[in-house]
C-alpha cells in the first residue's frame, strides 16, 4: 500500500473515531437535559427515548403534563434546533381550537397548526412572520386569547402555541446546535444546553392562564 493511501486510511479512522467519541458524549449529555425540571411537577417520571433526550410526565396543579425534547434537523441551510415541548392536559370535547406558528417553513415535524383547516388573521401584537389557523368556529377564541398569546410570544425563542380540545402546548426552543460538528461530523450537539425549572415553572404558569381563558369561554359559549 502507498504511502498516500496509508496516510488517507489514518486520517479516515481518525475521523471516525472521533465521530464515535463524539456521538457517544452527547448521548450522555442529553440524558440530563431535563433534571432540573423534574421536581417541579407533582408524581413526575423521568424516561429516555432511544434518541437519548429525556421525557417527564407528571401533572401541575391537579393538570396532567408532559415535558419533552424535540430534535429538529429537517431545515436545509440551518443548524439542528432542539425545541421543548410543554403539553398541559385539559379535555374540552368540541373545542374549536387553534394553532400559531411563528417562522414557518414547512418542515415543521412538530407542528399541530397546519393540521387545523382555516387559515386565520394574526391579532395586532403577534410577528409579522407568524402562522395562524384554527378550527371553523376559532375566532372568538383566538379574540379571548389574543392579548395573552401576544405576550407570550414577544420571547423570540417561541415557535408555536396550540389549544385543542385535548389540551394546550407550547413549543420553544431549547438550543441551538454547535456549527463545526454539523458540519463536519453532520452530529447533533448542543453545548451547555439545560432547561432548568424556572424555565418550566414559567411556561406552566402562561399554560395554565391560557386554560383559565379557555375555560371561561367555554362557559360562555354553555350559558
Given at each position: 500500500?502507498?504511502?498516500?493511501?496509508?496516510?488517507?486510511?489514518?486520517?479516515?479512522?481518525?475521523?471516525?473515531?472521533?465521530?464515535?467519541?463524539?456521538?457517544?458524549?452527547?448521548?450522555?449529555?442529553?440524558?440530563?437535559?431535563?433534571?432540573?425540571?423534574?421536581?417541579?411537577?407533582?408524581?413526575?417520571?423521568?424516561?429516555?427515548?432511544?434518541?437519548?433526550?429525556?421525557?417527564?410526565?407528571?401533572?401541575?396543579?391537579?393538570?396532567?403534563?408532559?415535558?419533552?425534547?424535540?430534535?429538529?434537523?429537517?431545515?436545509?441551510?440551518?443548524?439542528?434546533?432542539?425545541?421543548?415541548?410543554?403539553?398541559?392536559?385539559?379535555?374540552?370535547?368540541?373545542?374549536?381550537?387553534?394553532?400559531?406558528?411563528?417562522?414557518?417553513?414547512?418542515?415543521?415535524?412538530?407542528?399541530?397548526?397546519?393540521?387545523?383547516?382555516?387559515?386565520?388573521?394574526?391579532?395586532?401584537?403577534?410577528?409579522?412572520?407568524?402562522?395562524?389557523?384554527?378550527?371553523?368556529?376559532?375566532?372568538p377564541l383566538l379574540a379571548g386569547l389574543a392579548p395573552l398569546l401576544a405576550d407570550i410570544l414577544k420571547d423570540p425563542r417561541v415557535k408555536e402555541i396550540a389549544i385543542t380540545?385535548?389540551?394546550?402546548?407550547?413549543?420553544?426552543?431549547?438550543?441551538?446546535?454547535?456549527?463545526?460538528?454539523?458540519?463536519?461530523?453532520?452530529?447533533?450537539?448542543?453545548?451547555?444546553?439545560?432547561?432548568?425549572?424556572?424555565?418550566?415553572?414559567?411556561?406552566?404558569?402562561?399554560?395554565?392562564?391560557?386554560?383559565?381563558?379557555?375555560?371561561?369561554?367555554?362557559?360562555?359559549?354553555?350559558?
Open positions: 500500500m502507498s504511502v498516500s493511501l496509508l496516510i488517507a486510511a489514518a486520517g479516515a479512522a481518525a475521523v471516525s473515531y472521533i465521530a464515535v467519541r463524539d456521538h457517544r458524549a452527547a448521548m450522555a449529555a442529553r440524558h440530563g437535559l431535563l433534571d432540573d425540571c423534574v421536581p417541579a411537577l407533582d408524581r413526575s417520571v423521568l424516561t429516555h427515548g432511544g434518541d437519548g433526550f429525556p421525557l417527564i410526565t407528571g401533572s401541575h396543579r391537579e393538570r396532567g403534563v408532559q415535558v419533552q425534547l424535540l430534535l429538529d434537523t429537517m431545515t436545509m441551510r440551518r443548524l439542528p434546533q432542539l425545541w421543548l415541548s410543554v403539553t398541559l392536559l385539559d379535555r374540552h370535547p368540541g373545542l374549536a381550537g387553534l394553532g400559531i406558528l411563528v417562522r414557518h417553513c414547512g418542515t415543521e415535524f412538530y407542528a399541530l397548526t397546519s393540521h387545523f383547516e382555516d387559515r386565520l388573521d394574526a391579532p395586532h401584537g403577534f410577528p409579522a412572520e407568524s402562522l395562524v389557523r384554527g378550527d371553523p368556529g376559532a375566532r380540545e385535548r389540551g394546550m402546548r407550547i413549543v420553544r426552543q431549547a438550543a441551538e446546535g454547535k456549527r463545526g460538528e454539523h458540519l463536519l461530523l453532520r452530529q447533533s450537539v448542543f453545548e451547555k444546553a439545560h432547561v432548568s425549572r424556572t424555565e418550566l415553572a414559567d411556561l406552566l404558569d402562561k399554560l395554565h392562564l391560557m386554560r383559565s381563558i379557555v375555560r371561561s369561554h367555554r362557559q360562555a359559549q354553555a350559558a
